[in-house]
């Protein structure tokens, strides 16, 4: 008599196989889209950077105060009676609103490229949701120690013995990355380097 079907043990050969290349195949498959992700974010502040750089040549500064008088929205927003709010004090409807201020001076300059708030939406983070944005803050709102004067979000104390902040100039730019924490590009306690995807080179 004909056998059909399959036996259990073929069944848990093919099954043992099945779960061997999931288990190779899962990882690399997250790995590619986290790097998409990566390029994509890159990709991304590039062309922020390149709209910031045009509106510093239409306008003479980089966006640090609102258009057209009235309420700053940076100001209220990046500050608390007279000291700067840390990233971690910053909510994400803080974040969405310099992004909607930084979104409509963009407009200024590149209309095409910054229609809406998806333009300014992290990869990583984004979604379907607008709240996620990349982060911006002039430098004009960096917060500071009070008692040391040292700055505090980056870098603080270099080991060169400076003082200055990532882009002390100017402004900072990033992305909070894969864990949706800003992390701010400081290497982490047990010694593994930030996956923020910042516009300055992190240690």
Do not use: H
Request: with cysteine; hydrophobic share 35%.
């Amino acid at each position: 008599m004909r056998r059909t079907g399959f036996t259990l043990i073929e069944l848990l050969v093919v099954i043992s196989i099945i779960a061997a290349l999931a288990a190779i195949l899962i990882p690399t498959i997250t790995y590619a889209r986290n790097a998409a992700k990566a390029a994509k974010c890159e990709t991304q502040l590039a062309g922020i950077k390149a709209a910031i750089s045009r509106y510093v040549d239409t306008n003479g500064s980089i966006p640090d105060k609102q258009l057209g008088g009235g309420t700053d929205v940076y100001a209220i927003t990046f500050k608390t009676g007279n000291n700067y709010k840390t990233a971690d004090q910053l909510t994400s409807i803080d974040w969405t609103t310099i992004a909607q201020t930084l979104l409509e001076q963009l407009q200024t300059v590149d209309r095409d490229n910054f229609r809406d708030l998806a333009s300014l939406r992290d990869p990583f983070t984004g979604g379907a949701s607008a709240t996620n944005v990349f982060r911006y803050r002039p430098s004009k709102f960096y917060p500071l120690v009070a008692t040391a004067t040292l700055y505090i979000d980056g870098d603080g104390q270099r080991p060169d013995g400076t003082t200055a902040p990532p882009n002390p100039d100017s402004y900072q730019l990033w992305s909070t990355g894969l864990d949706g924490k800003d992390q701010f590009g400081q290497r982490q306690p047990d010694g593994r380097k930030s996956d923020d995807i910042t516009n300055w080179k992190q240690p």
